[in-house]
């Protein structure tokens, strides 16, 4: 690792998009005009030559100490070297059955994203839009009746984190943010305030909620994928049921086309396999699919959740005293299944980080002394 | 410019090269003539257009030389005098006609007025146009004074009609546009009139049809060959054929043009006029032998001074092998031995070196010290590259081609053109251009890229033409892009006139050169008539422009985005500002993180500075066009635009 803790643009480049561990999480994107995003891809248009940049220091994939940033934003009884923090743990739902058939699953996000809008939590949402071609665009929602339209997934990764860059520069004064784990790191390292005469008015971010993401897809290598199996127009939407069917499934207006989740890996992003974080553990509320013994048809209508702050909490409650949220028992073992499933990505990024490097002790971005890690590189 | 057609016979008048060339054109009789604009030689048609309907002249910008030489052509065929004009390489423009064009020759008299360009001080090359007279049989005339320039041209126009063929004027830089006392002749008060006979038999050239063709080649050959004989002994008499010196010097020097200015000041500064002798040819091909050997026999050395290229002293060292038994052996120095620069521009400096080195004289122009300072000095001068003006279309739309290949991401590049857009090879175009050669081969070349998807090339390949370019010979090539499928966006930087060359009209407005109402070509209109796919946008909405390109790239096949806004320095505009800039120093942040000086650093526009002293931006109010680009790069909302009422 470098002796100087925060580098510039030069660096970046280097180090995280020519080594292709860029994530396309967007949070080097609007803070000047150097940095830009295009389709899933974030680029340097042009060179700029500081020594020291926010692009550098907020990127999640430079080298970070985690354990500050769990310092900042979690009470310390709540962590777990697995998942993160964890105040609680549920299955849910949307009670608006309609907001629930626009949502990739049960709609917890939607519903709490609409709530937090309506209750004054946040004045704005940041979230993604799958857009027509699969290609999800970052968008601003101030309308609490109108987060249920962004609801879907392509499993492409859009620079939200870029969007809320721009909207800090301007009037909203709460903003709220769904994020991918790579996304609610950047958010977390942010908030630590790096470079701190030029915070991003990242105080301005009051709600991160984050979404469970194994990995994310090339957009590209996605649309040839689809393209290949079906008409893009008939296309519905697109899952992959976490069981041991490993197919993903294209939804179409003619029925499901089962995808062999070998073919879908080789679209997967490469920097995604240098990700340690499965649950998006830096966030105030963690969602996604769920397990249930009725089987993959019954729990694509829910979701499971992981509340790790106050705020969260606050929130989640909230949820259930308005009748936003159904809540129904956790399945015994649900919360160690999710355990073991986080562990064993951590456990891929790892070894994957040692490839690269051809060392036991170099992690490129990570710190082989955090407690998450520590046993699992014992663990060889 | 009232002087040009003062009749006042005798009087004298300073006229500038290309004035002079007007006059002399005026005083042969010249009815039609016809250009393309290229520097140093628009002046011509310039000023013939601006007096057209004053002396009955019909005077236009054609769409290309080529264009301009069959215009030129179709004058001489009904019986009137014409002369067309380009620079140095429009004649590889014409070549094609002129090559048939001596098969029939002509019948009133034409000229081809070619202006050179010897150092491409104004040029992307630095060619020598002189060989196409050899090439083409045809009568080479370059004056070597402006007195000679007004003469020679009048002189030119008799002598085509005399000989029945074309004859090439070849003038340079420092002939056009530098300026000289000039003594007028009368102008004739004649009113041709303009009718092509043709009822005559094959092959008579005056009064039957003007084809040439299979199997009568040879004989349009011999007869072209017999003009060019009759020409050799008119230009043993010729009086622009001039000896100065002794008369057996120790060192003859042999120039033309310009050249023999530069060498008549060396010969005069060195005091050699009793040991140098200098023979200055008006009528550089076919050499007046008879002349050129006598000259030969009284000398034992030979300095042959030329630019850019040794196109005489070959032609003389021929001449000489084939006399040497009359002449005797001589030693020749020039291009070839190595005294004389083979490229660049020459001046007086240079010969006084050549003429140092032949005669080991000892000549100091300036002291030494003085010369050592002087360069010195030369890098101490801030550094300035070549950049788009302030307020320049060109600017904007450079950056929105940059960031759309940027993002697009497939090592995407740009094939350039001839016009001011060529400076986007340089940061002022943000390095976009990649490849630059002659009038519309940015897009032939690009439409070549553009098919070898085949061979697995990926990268997007763009094309910038002018307006006045796209007509001149882009659309050719846009008709192989579209027929042939060819995947290139090609973009039309529109900015409504010639501008490089002094803004001459072209067929996209609605003037022709003699200020008439012309009705204009629709570039978009022409673009999808072909068959392409067409966008456009105005480059100052940098926002919207860049979305267009990027959209573009993405598809397949040919596709045009005119990019349409009108060149800063155009009469319409200049002075005229739209918007007043100003920078809000409060909010200016600098060289900080979230800018680090992306105006001054990246746009880098003349009209706005980097005040080193309070770190912040400011807006040079003299040069600022008031565009207001700058103000939607700036990240931080500081440079502010008010519209000017």
């Given at each position: 690792?470098?002796?100087?803790?925060?580098?510039?643009?030069?660096?970046?480049?280097?180090?995280?998009?020519?080594a292709?561990?860029?994530?396309g999480?967007?949070?080097?994107?609007?803070?000047?005009?150097?940095?830009?995003?295009?389709?899933?891809?974030?680029?340097?248009?042009?060179?700029?030559?500081?020594?020291?940049?926010?692009?550098?220091?907020?990127?999640?994939?430079?080298?970070?100490?985690?354990?500050?940033?769990?310092?900042?934003?979690?009470?310390?009884?709540?962590?777990?070297?697995?998942v993160?923090?964890?105040?609680?743990f549920?299955?849910?739902?949307?009670?608006?059955?309609?907001?629930?058939?626009?949502?990739?699953?049960?709609?917890?996000?939607t519903?709490?994203?609409?709530?937090?809008?309506?209750?004054?939590?946040?004045?704005?949402?940041?979230?993604?839009?799958?857009?027509?071609?699969?290609?999800?665009?970052?968008?601003?929602?101030?309308?609490?009746?109108?987060?249920?339209?962004?609801?879907?997934?392509?499993?492409?990764?859009?620079?939200?984190?870029?969007?809320?860059?721009?909207?800090?520069?301007?009037?909203?004064?709460?903003?709220?943010?769904?994020?991918?784990?790579?996304?609610?790191?950047?958010?977390?390292?942010?908030?630590?305030?790096?470079?701190?005469?030029?915070?991003?008015?990242?105080?301005?971010?009051?709600?991160?909620?984050?979404?469970?993401?194994?990995?994310?897809?090339?957009?590209?290598?996605?649309?040839?994928?689809?393209?290949?199996?079906?008409?893009?127009?008939?296309?519905?939407?697109?899952?992959?049921?976490?069981?041991?069917?490993?197919?993903?499934?294209?939804?179409?207006?003619?029925?499901?086309?089962?995808?062999?989740?070998?073919?879908?890996?080789?679209?997967?992003?490469?920097?995604?396999?240098?990700?340690?974080?499965?649950?998006?553990?830096?966030?105030?509320?963690?969602?996604?699919?769920?397990?249930?013994?009725?089987?993959?048809?019954?729990?694509?209508?829910?979701?499971?959740?992981?509340?790790?702050?106050?705020?969260?909490?606050?929130?989640?409650?909230?949820?259930?005293?308005?009748?936003?949220?159904?809540?129904r028992?956790?399945?015994?073992?649900?919360?160690?299944?999710?355990?073991?499933?986080?562990?064993?990505?951590?456990?891929?990024?790892?070894?994957?980080?040692?490839?690269?490097?051809?060392?036991?002790?170099d992690l490129?971005?990570l710190?082989?002394?955090?407690?998450?890690?520590?046993?699992?590189?014992?663990?060889? | 410019?009232?002087?040009?057609?003062?009749?006042?016979?005798?009087?004298?008048?300073?006229?500038?090269?290309?004035?002079?060339?007007?006059?002399?054109?005026?005083?042969?009789?010249?009815?039609?003539?016809?250009?393309?604009?290229?520097?140093?030689s628009?002046?011509?048609?310039?000023?013939?257009?601006?007096?057209?309907?004053?002396?009955?002249?019909?005077v236009?910008?054609?769409?290309?030389?080529?264009?301009?030489?069959?215009?030129?052509?179709?004058?001489?065929?009904?019986?009137?005098?014409?002369?067309?004009t380009?620079?140095?390489?429009?004649?590889?423009?014409?070549?094609?006609?002129?090559?048939?064009?001596?098969?029939?020759?002509?019948?009133?008299?034409m000229?081809v007025?070619?202006?050179?360009?010897?150092?491409?001080?104004?040029?992307?090359?630095?060619?020598?146009?002189?060989?196409?007279?050899?090439?083409?049989?045809?009568?080479?005339?370059?004056?070597?004074?402006?007195?000679?320039?007004?003469?020679?041209?009048?002189?030119?126009?008799?002598?085509?009609?005399?000989?029945?063929?074309?004859?090439?004027?070849?003038?340079?830089?420092?002939?056009?546009?530098?300026?000289?006392?000039?003594?007028?002749?009368?102008?004739?008060?004649?009113?041709?009139?303009?009718?092509?006979?043709?009822?005559?038999?094959?092959?008579?050239?005056?009064?039957?049809?003007?084809?040439?063709?299979?199997?009568?080649?040879?004989?349009?050959?011999?007869?072209?060959?017999?003009?060019?004989?009759?020409?050799?002994?008119?230009?043993?008499?010729?009086?622009?054929?001039?000896?100065?010196?002794?008369?057996?010097?120790?060192?003859?020097?042999i120039?033309?043009?310009?050249?023999?200015?530069?060498?008549?000041?060396?010969?005069?500064?060195?005091?050699?006029?009793?040991?140098?002798g200098?023979?200055?040819?008006?009528?550089?091909?076919?050499?007046?032998?008879?002349?050129?050997?006598?000259?030969?026999?009284?000398?034992?050395k030979?300095?042959?001074?030329?630019?850019?290229?040794?196109?005489?002293?070959?032609?003389?060292?021929?001449?000489?092998?084939?006399?040497?038994?009359?002449?005797?052996?001589?030693?020749?120095?020039?291009?070839?031995?190595?005294?004389?620069?083979?490229?660049?521009?020459?001046?007086?400096?240079i010969?006084?070196?050549?003429?140092?080195?032949?005669?080991?004289?000892?000549?100091?122009?300036?002291p030494?010290?003085?010369?050592?300072?002087?360069?010195?000095?030369?890098?101490?001068?801030?550094?300035?590259?070549?950049?788009?003006?302030?307020?320049?279309?060109?600017?904007?739309?450079?950056?929105?081609?940059?960031?759309?290949?940027?993002?697009?991401?497939?090592?995407?590049?740009?094939?350039g053109?001839?016009?001011?857009?060529?400076?986007?090879?340089?940061?002022?175009?943000?390095?976009?251009?990649?490849?630059?050669?002659?009038?519309?081969?940015?897009?032939?070349?690009?439409?070549?890229?553009?098919?070898?998807?085949?061979?697995?090339?990926?990268?997007?390949?763009?094309?910038?033409?002018?307006?006045?370019?796209?007509?001149?010979?882009?659309?050719?090539?846009?008709?192989?892009?579209?027929?042939?499928?060819?995947?290139?966006?090609?973009?039309?930087?529109?900015?409504?006139?010639?501008?490089?060359?002094?803004?001459q009209?072209?067929?996209?407005?609605?003037?022709?050169?003699?200020?008439?109402?012309?009705?204009?070509?629709?570039?978009?209109?022409?673009?999808?008539?072909?068959?392409?796919?067409?966008?456009?946008?105005?480059?100052?909405?940098?926002?919207?422009?860049?979305?267009?390109?990027?959209?573009?790239?993405?598809?397949?096949?040919?596709?045009?985005?005119?990019?349409?806004?009108?060149?800063?320095?155009?009469p319409?505009?200049?002075?005229?500002?739209?918007?007043?800039?100003?920078?809000?120093?409060?909010?200016?942040?600098?060289?900080?993180?979230?800018?680090?000086?992306?105006c001054?650093r990246?746009?880098?526009?003349?009209?706005?500075?980097?005040d080193t002293?309070?770190?912040?931006?400011?807006?040079?109010?003299?040069?600022?066009?008031?565009?207001?680009?700058?103000?939607?790069?700036?990240?931080?909302?500081?440079?502010?635009?008010?519209?000017?009422?």
């Open positions: 690792m470098d002796e100087k803790k925060h580098l510039g643009q030069k660096e970046l480049n280097e180090r995280v998009k020519h292709r561990l860029c994530t999480c967007g949070a080097c994107v609007n803070l000047c005009p150097y940095q830009r995003a295009y389709e899933d891809k974030v680029l340097a248009i042009f060179p700029c030559d500081l020594d020291v940049g926010r692009c550098y220091a907020f990127c999640p994939r430079t080298p970070v100490d985690l354990e500050a940033l769990r310092g900042l934003l979690f009470d310390p009884q709540d962590l777990t070297p697995e993160g923090a964890v105040k609680g549920y299955v849910t739902r949307s009670r608006n059955t309609k907001e629930r058939s626009r949502a990739q699953h049960g709609g917890t996000v519903a709490l994203m609409s709530l937090a809008l309506k209750e004054g939590i946040i004045d704005t949402a940041v979230m993604a839009d799958r857009g027509g071609t699969f290609l999800p665009e970052a968008v601003t929602e101030n309308d609490s009746r109108k987060v249920a339209m962004h609801g879907k997934s392509s499993f492409v990764v859009s620079p939200n984190v870029a969007e809320f860059n721009r909207l800090a520069k301007g009037s909203s004064e709460k903003i709220g943010a769904v994020a991918t784990p790579c996304q609610a790191l950047a958010y977390a390292k942010m908030r630590m305030k790096p470079i701190p005469e030029r915070d991003n008015n990242i105080d301005k971010l009051k709600l991160v909620v984050g979404l469970f993401c194994g990995w994310a897809l090339s957009w590209e290598r996605l649309m040839d994928l689809l393209a290949a199996k079906t008409e893009l127009a008939a296309i519905t939407g697109l899952d992959i049921p976490p069981s041991r069917y490993q197919a993903m499934h294209i939804y179409t207006t003619n029925g499901t086309i089962e995808v062999p989740i070998d073919e879908v890996n080789r679209c997967i992003r490469g920097a995604c396999h240098y990700c340690f974080d499965m649950t998006a553990e830096f966030s105030d509320i963690s969602v996604g699919s769920a397990r249930l013994s009725e089987g993959w048809e019954e729990a694509r209508g829910w979701n499971q959740v992981i509340v790790r702050t106050d705020l969260g909490l606050e929130l989640v409650e909230l949820a259930r005293k308005k009748r936003r949220l159904e809540f028992e956790v399945p015994e073992g649900n919360l160690q299944r999710l355990k073991a499933a986080s562990l064993n990505k951590k456990g891929m990024a790892l070894k994957n980080l040692k490839l690269r490097t051809h060392s036991q002790d490129i971005y710190n082989k002394e955090d407690p998450a890690f520590k046993n699992l590189i014992k663990g060889g | 410019m009232s002087n040009l057609l003062d009749t006042n016979e005798g009087a004298h008048y300073l006229y500038m090269g290309n004035d002079a060339i007007v006059r002399g054109a005026l005083e042969g009789g010249v009815s039609v003539a016809a250009g393309y604009p290229g520097t140093p628009s002046e011509i048609i310039e000023q013939l257009a601006r007096i057209s309907d004053r002396r009955s002249l019909y236009e910008w054609a769409t290309n030389e080529k264009i301009a030489t069959e215009i030129a052509a179709a004058a001489s065929f009904a019986g009137l005098r014409s002369i067309c380009m620079k140095q390489n429009g004649v590889h423009v014409a070549s094609d006609f002129l090559l048939h064009l001596t098969g029939t020759g002509v019948r009133g008299g000229v007025v070619v202006c050179e360009d010897p150092g491409a001080l104004s040029s992307q090359n630095e060619a020598d146009a002189r060989y196409f007279a050899k090439m083409l049989e045809v009568p080479l005339l370059e004056p070597g004074d402006f007195q000679e320039a007004k003469d020679m041209m009048k002189w030119a126009l008799e002598l085509s009609e005399e000989l029945k063929t074309f004859v090439i004027f070849r003038s340079v830089t420092r002939m056009s546009h530098a300026s000289g006392n000039v003594v007028i002749g009368e102008l004739p008060e004649n009113e041709p009139r303009a009718y092509f006979q043709y009822k005559g038999p094959l092959l008579d050239f005056l009064t039957g049809p003007m084809v040439t063709g299979p199997g009568v080649v040879a004989y349009a050959r011999t007869v072209q060959q017999g003009r060019l004989k009759r020409a050799v002994s008119l230009f043993e008499q010729s009086r622009f054929n001039i000896y100065a010196g002794p008369e057996r010097p120790e060192l003859l020097i120039t033309s043009s310009a050249c023999y200015l530069y060498s008549k000041e060396a010969i005069h500064t060195l005091n050699l006029g009793d040991r140098v200098l023979l200055k040819l008006g009528t550089t091909w076919p050499l007046p032998e008879g002349l050129v050997r006598k000259h030969l026999a009284a000398a034992q030979v300095l042959v001074v030329e630019e850019p290229q040794d196109f005489m002293e070959e032609n003389i060292k021929i001449l000489a092998a084939d006399a040497a038994g009359e002449v005797g052996v001589k030693t020749f120095y020039g291009k070839k031995s190595g005294h004389v620069p083979t490229s660049g521009e020459l001046n007086p400096d010969i006084m070196n050549t003429l140092k080195g032949i005669l080991g004289i000892q000549y100091e122009p300036v030494q010290e003085y010369a050592t300072k002087a360069f010195q000095s030369m890098f101490k001068s801030p550094g300035r590259e070549l950049t788009f003006c302030p307020g320049c279309p060109h600017r904007a739309s450079f950056l929105s081609l940059h960031n759309a290949l940027a993002l697009d991401n497939r090592d995407g590049f740009v094939c053109d001839v016009g001011c857009y060529g400076i986007g090879v340089l940061p002022a175009g943000f390095s976009t251009v990649k490849t630059n050669f002659s009038m519309g081969s940015g897009l032939g070349l690009a439409t070549g890229f553009g098919k070898l998807t085949k061979f697995g090339m990926n990268q997007p390949v763009v094309a910038v033409c002018g307006d006045s370019t796209f007509f001149h010979a882009v659309m050719p090539a846009l008709v192989d892009a579209v027929h042939h499928q060819s995947d290139v966006t090609l973009v039309v930087l529109d900015n409504s006139g010639t501008a490089m060359t002094g803004f009209p072209h067929p996209g407005l609605a003037v022709d050169a003699m200020g008439e109402t012309a009705p204009s070509i629709d570039i978009e209109a022409v673009c999808r008539a072909i068959g392409a796919d067409v966008a456009s946008s105005d480059p100052f909405d940098v926002e919207r422009t860049e979305k267009t390109l990027l959209g573009m790239l993405k598809k397949k096949g040919a596709k045009v985005v005119i990019l349409r806004q009108i060149c800063a320095l155009s319409e505009k200049r002075g005229k500002k739209k918007y007043q800039m100003s920078v809000r120093e409060d909010v200016c942040i600098g060289e900080n993180c979230g800018c680090n000086r992306m001054t990246i746009l880098r526009c003349p009209g706005i500075y980097w002293a309070r770190k912040v931006s400011r807006i040079d109010e003299v040069i600022c066009a008031g565009c207001g680009v700058c103000a939607s790069v700036c990240p931080s909302g500081a440079i502010q635009k008010a519209e000017v009422a």
